[in-house]
């Protein structure tokens, strides 16, 4: 096995650690399982094997506004990181949700995005480059820090939303961007249809939107660039205001999970909630629980008593999926994968994983597959 | 007509994955496909095969086995069923316009034209999406979604030729990248077969596929992992108005604190690109943009969006510049205005041919910063090789195109203009920057790959290929160099790429 260093950088003590730790538990066949912040250890079912934490990695390695770029360290807490950007007057595109102790490697292995993601990109949109740890016990790089970059299969935009089970991640480089000259925030009083097609008609037209999303009744749009510009755009989206302290506070809830979608009736009986993906143009999903839209309909938190598989059976056959969330104990939480992926699956966990050293659960495209490929 | 020779080199590309087949497995392997194949869809004659034995990298040159040319998914789920029964490598093609021999045969190859594939399935207006088949023209997705006030925003200067299929396998990039983004930003899902003809389909129209992003990993795989049979892509409402600002400066220095002055604005233009002196007297003496001919470096900042939006934000970038030391100014007042500042740019590879005989063109990106050393670096490089250079880049995300004059017919001018590449693009890597920014590495720059990257990664590159083609039968040989390549290397070597869409405007 080779381990090898980026030439020009001295080995960092704490990666060294790591190193150790990864080769240790393949040669002695143990699971590891990565920790962060701990933010979200409610999502995913609860992992095995043994904790081996990031959180001695802390800080920003690299970070130059006008380059748009910066990188840091995976155990650096998400609030630190946003902090020094906004510092400059810049911010991550996609609004990850802002649990407390959330570790910015966290945020990437959860691949989570908030309400600004069906706008201006996902984790992985942003993502330009990542230093890890294989199962191997390698240290590898791959992107860079720069947005143009077509050398190599882009491995690393796979590791957000891979929940850690590629590797240990140790540095991440984002893309960032200018936050907003002014953003302002509308609310709409429809039902949901109305809500779906209002939300992706204007959506069509050349109007700065940067949120769209629906629940308890109300749309909610947001709009966000220069101030002549939004302000031109006011007349067409009609609605009433929202304090911008109210509509900060909202947004930000929204990216974890709707404000008052916690709190409701259905909350309270503690009835399993989902978190669906669909096509934004998709009808309410009413009928089947109680819904909040966001993503401009592109997402869809459902809570409802159905059983799993009704709900699989519907996110499938509306060209989405769907994963488990808070008083959900389905399982795997994650949707199945049609057999041909679930394959490639395997494959690539065997070879960059031989060990299983982080077969930890959490990512669980090894339970059975139960749903045929859409159309294949 | 313009004259690009581009660089003669002699070197064969290695094709380490696949044995020629024996003779003997031609026949029936090319019976098989005459079975499954409408007459008109195998080629196997020598005069039939000679379209297809380049792509854009025009050096390189192949026949292949037999080119297939089906109508439809179901044809080429045959024909790579039929190869892998026969053992037989799969070279994927588009429109063919690579400028890196991502579609290059190898004589034991069948080579598999997604270009019959050209129907655009459909189109949601509502969703904002279409789903379209692989050989559909990348400029033909925005004609059709014009009625509807929408575009398709990835624009390489190649987009009335070159295929989406091309584009996905290309992670292709455009003038408007910087603020719309590479094809992997704006590709919502694709459909297509394994090397084995196992149907696969990864993404949708639903956000963030359950399980690993495989969607990130097909952009820019360079036909290695799968044949796209569909692509389902993002459109964006058309913006009402744009507005061009044309800034020239003393130095390139000078353009290059404006750049960063106009993004710590919080400004991000739709468009940011630069040219230094000798690239902006070639351009002005083809095209008479309208460029100051006395300066050092211009710059051309686009603004789109709402009347209201471009107003402001030209007025912003317009302030910065001035702050820069802007030695002149002109911001486009109509949209015929708009188009004449741009002609210049877009005229700039041609241009650049009327002054040398043969020009040489590099694709390296760089973080922003380091532009000024880059370009000292080059002009250093130039003196030392005794060989002009001429820069063009995309100044907004730091991809830069060095065009190295040389003449094919001077001895010696050819290994001078590869060497010169070799260093601009070891200081590319140096200066913290990488080796091609939306080209692709296809044949021509694996030696370069191997200055990029040590063998973990590429073991690891070698290991994903695998995890989609175990045999090695899916475009075998390109894009990811052997680890053996890479030790027997006793330099980089890179070359460059003959023109062979001359009518095609370059960026
Ligand atoms: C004049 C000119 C200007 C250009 N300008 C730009 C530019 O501004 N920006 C930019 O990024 N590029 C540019 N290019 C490069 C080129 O146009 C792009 O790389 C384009 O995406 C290639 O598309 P194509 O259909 O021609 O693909 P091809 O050249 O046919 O193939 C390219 C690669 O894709 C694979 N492939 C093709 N179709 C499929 C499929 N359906 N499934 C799987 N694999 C497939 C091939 O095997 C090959 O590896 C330019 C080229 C020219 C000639």
């Not at chain 2, 624009?155 to 091309?166: H, K, L, N, T, Y």
Request: net charge negative.
């Amino acid at each position: 096995m080779t381990h090898y260093e980026p030439e020009g950088r001295t080995p960092d003590p704490e990666e060294a650690r790591l190193v150790d730790e990864v080769r240790a538990a393949g040669t002695e066949g143990r699971v590891l399982h990565i920790r962060g912040g701990s933010s979200k250890d409610g999502l995913g079912g609860t992992p095995r094997g043994s904790g081996l934490s990031t959180l001695g990695l802390k800080g920003i390695v690299d970070y130059d506004p006008a380059e748009l770029v910066v990188t840091v360290r995976a155990g650096t807490p998400l609030a630190d990181l946003q902090a020094e950007l906004a510092a400059h007057g810049q911010m991550l595109p996609f609004e990850p949700p802002a649990w407390p102790d959330a570790t910015v490697g966290g945020t990437v292995a959860s691949g989570l995005s908030g309400p600004r993601r069906a706008f201006s990109g996902s984790v992985r949109d942003a993502l330009l480059g990542v230093r890890l740890i294989d199962g191997r016990g390698q240290l590898l790089q791959f992107g860079g820090q720069v947005m143009k970059n077509v050398a190599g299969f882009d491995l690393f935009r796979l590791q957000a939303g891979a929940w850690g089970r590629l590797g240990v991640l140790l540095e991440v480089s984002f893309r960032v961007l200018p936050r907003p000259q002014s953003e302002l925030t509308r609310v709409l009083q429809m039902d949901a249809d109305q809500a779906i097609a209002h939300m992706n008609q204007l959506a069509g037209t050349p109007v700065p939107l940067s949120a769209a999303a629906w629940f308890g009744g109300l749309l909610h749009l947001r709009l966000s660039g220069s101030a002549a510009g939004v302000q031109a755009a006011l007349s067409g989206v009609g609605g009433e205001p929202l304090d911008p302290l109210s509509a900060e506070r909202l947004w930000a809830d929204c990216a974890a999970q709707p404000p008052g979608f916690a709190e409701t009736a259905a909350a309270a009986e503690s009835v399993p909630l989902w978190r669906l993906a669909v096509p934004a143009a998709t009808r309410s999903l009413a009928a089947e629980g109680e819904e909040a839209i966001d993503w401009c309909g592109g997402l869809r938190w459902l809570r409802t008593h159905a059983p799993a598989e009704a709900v699989r059976a519907l996110a499938t056959s509306l060209g989405g999926h769907a994963t488990a969330w808070q008083n959900n104990l389905a399982r795997p939480a994650m949707h199945p994968l049609d057999p041909v992926r679930q394959a490639l699956h395997r494959r690539l966990f065997d070879t960059l994983d031989p060990d299983g050293v982080f077969d930890s659960g959490r990512f669980d495209a090894d339970a059975a597959a139960v749903v045929a490929p859409a159309g294949a | 007509m313009l004259r690009h020779n581009g660089v003669m080199h002699t070197q064969a590309p290695s094709r380490p994955h696949a044995a020629a087949p024996q003779p003997a497995h031609r026949a029936p392997l090319l019976a098989a496909l005459a079975a499954a194949l409408p007459a008109d869809a195998l080629l196997t004659q020598p005069e039939q095969l000679g379209p297809y034995e380049c792509d854009g990298l025009s050096m390189y040159r192949q026949p292949p086995l037999a080119v297939a040319l089906p109508y439809a998914a179901a044809q080429v789920q045959a024909v790579l069923r039929i190869c892998h029964a026969h053992n037989t490598p799969v070279v994927p093609r588009g429109a063919g316009t690579g400028l890196a021999g991502g579609a290059l045969p190898s004589a034991d190859a069948v080579l598999l034209s997604l270009a019959r594939l050209k129907r655009i399935a459909r189109i949601d207006a509502l969703a904002r999406v279409a789903v379209v088949e692989p050989g559909v023209r990348n400029a033909a997705i925005s004609e059709a979604a014009a009625g509807y006030g929408l575009y398709y925003a990835p624009d390489p200067s190649s987009q009335i030729a070159c295929s989406i299929g091309g584009n996905v396998a290309e992670n292709s990039g455009g003038v408007h990248c910087l603020k719309y983004g590479l094809t992997v930003h704006n590709v919502l899902g694709v459909r297509g077969f394994l090397a084995d003809g196992t149907p696969v389909s990864i993404g949708g129209e639903a956000p963030d596929d359950s399980g690993l992003d495989l969607l990130a990993l097909m952009m820019g795989s360079e036909g290695l992992l799968a044949v796209v049979t569909e692509v389902t892509v993002r459109l964006l409402p058309r913006p009402r108005h744009a507005q061009v600002v044309m800034a020239a400066f003393a130095t390139v220095e000078d353009a290059g604190d404006a750049v960063a002055g106009i993004i710590g604005e919080g400004i991000i233009p739709a468009g940011l690109e630069m040219m230094d002196a000798l690239a902006t007297r070639a351009v002005e003496d083809f095209v008479h943009a309208g460029y100051p001919l006395d300066a050092g470096a211009i710059l051309l900042a686009e603004s789109d969006g709402t009347l209201e939006e471009v107003a402001d934000e030209i007025a912003r970038i317009e302030a910065v510049c001035r702050r820069h030391g802007a030695v002149s100014l002109a911001t486009s007042q109509s949209e015929a205005e708009r188009l004449k500042l741009w002609a210049g740019r877009k005229a700039a590879f041609p241009a650049v041919g009327r002054i040398t005989p043969d020009y040489y063109c590099m694709d390296g990106t760089i973080p922003k910063k380091r532009l000024s050393a880059v370009l000292r670096r080059i002009a250093e490089l130039s003196e030392q090789h005794g060989l002009a250079c001429a820069n063009v880049f995309h100044a907004g995300d730091g991809n830069l195109h060095p065009l190295i004059f040389f003449d094919a017919n001077q001895p010696g001018d050819v290994e001078r203009a590869e060497a010169f590449g070799l260093d601009i693009l070891r200081a590319c890597v140096e200066a913290g920057g990488v080796i091609t920014g939306e080209h692709g590495v296809g044949v021509e720059k694996l030696d370069a790959m191997c200055v990029q990257f040590a063998a973990p990664e590429l073991s690891t590159f070698h290991a994903v290929k695998a995890a989609f083609d175990p045999a090695g039968l899916l475009n075998p040989g390109k894009a990811v160099p052997t680890l053996h390549r890479c030790a027997e290397m006793g330099g980089m070597h890179v070359h460059g790429g003959k023109l062979l869409h001359p009518d095609l405007p370059r960026f």
